[in-house]
């Protein structure tokens, strides 16, 4: 009897785990069309792991961090955010195959912030001039 209920019981865990994990992620593209993003891609998942060494232990533990590609002014953001956390930032700008950094991007903008910030004089990363149209959605 016991051999029949651990298969189960694993099956349904695992069924549980994977529609949490894409339950967050449809509530962070409700997230980003909330925000004003009209066209957020296709989400993706990855899993970063950390180790912290504390005293003679080593203490591990995981995340999966939730990645979305948005299109704005004919540039491609990737915005992300911890699974099951409130708040999102931008991870990565995609210009022509390349991911730029963008130091000091503000975190939780809605799109009209966003236009605001591409549009004005601060300082944007390499290769942000080739995918900025002002004249695009």
């Known amino acids: 009897m016991k051999r029949k209920i651990a298969p189960a019981l694993l099956a349904l865990s695992c069924a549980a785990a994977l529609t949490a994990c ?11 069309k909330a925000a004003g993003f009209s066209n957020p891609g296709a989400p993706s998942t990855e899993k ?16 999966k961090i939730i990645e979305v590609v948005v299109r704005v002014k004919g540039c491609d953001l990737e915005m992300a955010k911890v699974s099951g956390q409130s708040g999102y930032w931008l ?19 809605k799109r009209d ?3 605001k910030l591409l549009a004005d004089n601060s ?10 149209k002002p004249n695009e959605a």
């Open 22 to 32: 894409s339950g967050n992620e449809d509530k962070f593209v409700a997230e980003l």
């Open 48 to 63: 970063e792991k950390k180790s912290k060494k504390i005293g003679k232990r080593t203490v591990k533990s995981s995340e």
């Open 91 to 109: 991870d990565e700008l995609h210009v022509n195959g390349q991911e730029p950094d963008w130091p000091g991007y503000p975190e939780n903008l």
């Open 113 to 115: 912030q966003v236009v």
């Open 123 to 132: 300082s944007k990363p390499t290769g942000f001039t080739a995918c900025y």
